[in-house]
């Protein structure tokens, strides 16, 4: 009898750590997540870059992997507007709307939850970091070409670290204001040029690489993409409570829209060695989630041949705009076996919220 209760008492105990463990796994929270968006980069893009490429691509260490379908409110085929409003508020809106929904209110995001909530907040692009993408995780506007007004709205966001282009609707503006004097009295370090940002300065910056779009790799930018991720997660990562980063490789869209298949394959092999930097830090920190997406396809790219001994490919565009197809999503760490499954772009705001343990 005793020898009974005795099993039991052993049995409860193993079943609860059991039970204990399984709790742990479910709510066992991102502290950073670093998201990345490939604009325009598709299934074949990806593709494309690992036949050519020399070197394996990080594409190919991530083991949760969905996708999602991106149309936007009002189009099948979303515009990088509508498309980055989904990605960062959870919102289906009109193309060209900068997270504000259909009837032009706006939208909290991901980076002003992060904000709210004391982590710290990143932005890169290789565009003007005033280009759709990164607009809509910090600005509100109905038409993504209100330059000038998303550049106002930077003002508006206690971001703590950006690095791109866009300087000149900064200074050069119609209404004659200079942002850089405001920034500097918002505390910012306004630098010019990723060389001349030190990370393992204090403070907030405002890192200006480019007077409006950066160049491309090959015509100047060289890697100041993957540089930048580098230095922006050293810089955030001092922050004890966590942060969101959101990194863009602008250009693989313009590659797409020139039909110029090396364009897309220098970006889109850029844009993996960003996410190698992020990987790099997230396996060896434990409490990051990272996550790599796109908002669109564009081309409508099909690989028609090719030769993996000379890696040669041979590809066809359909179109020089973007495309409806679903686009893939890869996550790495805390939740990333959230992303596995089919979905709607809104769906990855809602997983961050969860992964960071956000309340509306
Ligand atoms: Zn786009
Ligand atoms: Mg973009």
Redesign the pocket.
């Known amino acids: 009898m005793r020898r009974l209760s005795l099993i039991s008492i052993v049995l409860v105990v193993l079943f609860s750590c059991n039970e204990v463990e399984k709790l742990e796994q479910q709510t066992k929270k991102a502290k950073n997540i670093i998201l990345l968006i490939g604009?325009?980069m598709g299934v074949t893009q990806i593709y494309a870059a690992m036949s050519v490429s020399e070197k394996p691509l990080s594409f190919e260490k991530f083991k949760h992997i969905g996708f999602h379908k991106t149309h936007s409110a009002t189009d099948f085929v979303t515009?990088?507007g509508a498309?980055g409003t989904a990605l960062s508020t959870g919102n289906k809106t009109r193309n060209k709307c900068i997270s504000v929904d259909t009837s032009g209110n706006p939208l909290k995001t991901i980076l002003e939850y992060a904000e709210e909530n004391q982590l710290a907040t990143g932005l890169i692009s290789t565009s003007s970091i005033l280009h759709?993408?990164p607009a809509a995780f910090i600005a509100h506007e109905q038409s993504r070409y209100n330059y000038e007004n998303i550049a106002l709205d930077f003002l508006d966001v206690d971001i703590d670290v950006f690095i791109g282009g866009g300087k000149k609707q900064f200074v050069d503006r119609e209404d004659k204001l200079n942002l850089i004097d405001s920034l500097r009295k918002n505390q910012y370090n306004v630098i010019d040029g990723i060389n001349n940002f030190n990370p393992e300065a204090d403070g907030k910056f405002a890192v200006f690489t480019a007077d409006e779009h950066n160049p491309e790799y090959v015509n100047g930018r060289g890697d100041m993409l993957p540089v930048s991720t580098e230095k922006a997660i050293k810089s955030l990562s001092k922050h004890e409570k966590g942060f969101f980063l959101m990194v863009e490789g602008s250009q693989i869209?313009w590659g797409g829209e020139d039909n110029d298949i090396d364009y897309v394959i220098n970006e889109t092999i850029d844009f993996d060695n960003a996410i190698a930097k992020a990987l790099e830090f997230a396996i060896e920190d434990g409490e990051t989630l990272v996550i790599v997406t796109s908002?669109?396809e564009?081309g409508g790219l099909s690989i028609v041949d090719g030769d993996l001994e000379t890696k040669t490919i041979i590809t066809e565009f359909s179109i020089d705009y973007?495309t409806a197809v679903m686009v893939p999503v890869f996550a790495f760490g805390p939740g990333a076996e959230e992303f596995g499954g089919i979905y709607e772009n809104t769906a990855i705001f809602e997983k961050m919220m969860k992964a960071f343990g956000f309340s509306k």
Do not use: Q
Request: charged share 35%; proline share 0%.
């Open positions: 604009d325009g515009d990088s498309g759709a993408t869209d908002d669109h564009t973007h």
